[in-house]
């Protein structure tokens, strides 16, 4: 007589075919911020900025856009913040530094494009993409905030 016992599953489930929607989505991580590289780079702007006698805020997002260190000198306007954050979010998604991108792409065009970005990018220099991201800079002229982003990501001496 057969034994009615079903066998037992095997608990090593079959690794997912390519394509197959039900093993979930594939895994997107971006690489991790060093977050001693950003502060660094919000360092080397801030030394920048005061050999200059300016007050700025600085921002560095990663590859996704993602604000992932920011710091605002005393003094610097509120309306800084947000378009540092824009400088470098923009130099992120686009690869390229805000100047590079305000010279190329028509005006009108720019309105399109911050529109369905949600009002995230724009066209002012200061933002310039890195590694791993952008850094941006505002609250001095458009290029005092070039020249203290470009200082950012400038290596440090060994």
Do not use: C
């Not at 970005?117 to 724009?122: A, P, V």
């Amino acid at each position: 007589m057969p034994d009615p016992t079903p066998e037992p599953a095997d608990p090593t489930p079959e690794p997912p075919e390519p394509g197959d929607l039900a093993a979930g989505p594939p895994d997107l991580t971006l690489e991790p911020p060093d977050l001693a590289a950003e502060l660094a780079m919000i360092a080397r702007a801030v030394v920048a900025a005061r050999a200059m006698d300016r007050r700025v805020a600085v921002a560095v997002v990663d590859a996704s856009g993602r604000l992932v260190a920011f710091h605002a000198m005393p003094g610097t306007l509120l309306t800084s913040d947000a378009v540092a954050v824009a400088k470098a979010y923009t130099s992120a998604v686009f690869g390229r530094s805000t100047r590079d991108l305000a010279e190329t792409v028509p005006a009108d065009r720019w309105a399109q494009i911050a529109a369905v970005n949600g009002g995230r990018i724009i066209q002012v220099p200061g933002g310039l993409p890195t590694p791993l991201g952008g850094v941006g800079v505002s609250g001095a002229s458009a290029d005092e905030d070039e020249r203290i982003a470009t200082a950012a990501l400038e290596p440090q001496p060994s």
